[in-house]
């Protein structure tokens, strides 16, 4: 991926020097495991058969890189504007023993995922056992990967893979939800609401990257993560060991296991494009019974059709290179008609690269 530094003034001084040196740094580690992954995966489609024909034609690699170079120096200004944190991860020096091995990890995940797709090995996860206690729309092998999101080694190897797909831009896409989050606690403090009183919400936290970042930034904010996979769920924790007042509770993002009217801000990451349509609505309806009458939701999924004029074509392929079954129908879902009929109401959004972060705030009653 191309330097989103280049022929940039604000790539000067120390403080952003070192942000840039450290990202770029960042880029190229995960950028070589992409290209090494990808050769290692190979085409998309089996010997002897033909790619389908897209709708959209061939994608804008201009456009797509410039939106990556945003990404970046967006983030640069909201840093340098005090809006966040300098991040965890770039304060220091990086933890070469665990690139090392992630790295390995990544490179073996990505000889299996190349086999479990030429033999469509998508619900191998799926038994009986599994079946009683799991919604069978979650028994899948998401991206052709070992084990599903059931067990622990998925959980250890799911941020490089997911860094390495977006070639390290995966944390500050998701840190684009911090501006959200700092302005909404600047409005409820001004309602005479402190930090300490107010309830934030990771639903289907996954492995905990965004929380991190949250607690990093807002470390008196109580938090509850919750997540439908005990694996994932233990490895937030891991992530999020350094911050205290974090509940973790294991469940299902269409029956939170929280009070009606008890949550102040609600965050889900990545999550609605792995659920089937009718699930999607039974989750937003959930959202919208746990929030408080006023209350946030920040939405963070993917780009949709339509977002970034010229990257259609990504956006179709990608369920077609890795098992995404709900990906294309989630591309065509109308947001705002999907949270409006359970009494959420758009209020803003931002972009940045692949990812677009909506905020919908509960009807007051």
Not at 52 to 65: C, E
Not at 269 to 289: G, S
Not at 307 to 324: K, Q, S
Request: overall charge neutral; hydrophobic content about 40%.
């Amino acid at each position: 991926m191309a330097n989103p530094f280049m022929g940039n003034t604000f790539a000067s001084g120390a403080r952003r020097a070192a942000y840039a040196a450290r990202q770029m740094a960042r880029i190229g580690f995960f950028t070589a495991h992409y290209m090494a992954g990808r050769h290692v995966i190979g085409p998309v489609t089996s010997p002897g058969n033909v790619p389908s024909p897209s709708r959209f034609g061939v994608y804008d690699q201009k456009a797509l890189v410039g939106s990556f170079r945003k990404l970046f120096r967006d983030e640069w200004r909201a840093i340098d504007a005090g809006i966040y944190k300098m991040p965890h991860d770039l304060r220091g020096l990086p933890h070469w023993r665990k690139l090392m091995s992630g790295s390995r990890d990544y490179m073996r995940e990505a000889r299996e995922v190349s086999a479990r797709a030429h033999r469509h090995g998508h619900s191998e996860v799926r038994d009986v056992a599994a079946e009683k206690k799991y919604p069978r729309y979650y028994l899948q092998n998401f991206h052709f990967q070992s084990d599903g999101w059931l067990s622990e080694e998925s959980a250890r190897v799911y941020d490089m893979q997911v860094e390495t797909l977006f070639t390290g831009a995966a944390d500050a896409m998701r840190r684009q939800a911090l501006p959200f989050i700092r302005d909404e606690l600047v409005r409820l403090r001004g309602k005479g609401q402190p930090d300490a009183e107010t309830t934030f919400v990771d639903l289907a936290c996954g492995t905990g990257r965004l929380l991190s970042h949250v607690k990093d930034n807002f470390e008196g904010l109580p938090a509850i993560a919750i997540d439908l996979s005990p694996d994932y769920l233990a490895r937030a924790r891991e992530t999020c060991a350094r911050w205290s007042g974090i509940s973790w509770l294991e469940g299902k993002a269409e029956d939170i296991p929280l009070a009606d009217n008890s949550v102040d801000i609600l965050t889900t990451v990545y999550l609605f494009h792995e659920l089937p349509p009718k699930i999607r609505r039974e989750v937003a309806d959930e959202i919208a019974r746990v929030l408080k009458p006023g209350g946030l939701y920040l939405h963070l999924d993917t780009i949709q059709y339509g977002n970034l004029e010229g990257v259609d074509v990504l956006l179709e392929n990608f369920p077609r290179a890795f098992h995404e079954p709900y990906y294309d129908s989630y591309c065509k879902e109308d947001l705002k008609d999907l949270f409006g009929g359970a009494g959420l109401k758009f209020e803003r959004e931002a972009q940045g690269f692949l990812t677009k972060v909506s905020g919908f705030r509960k009807f007051a009653s």
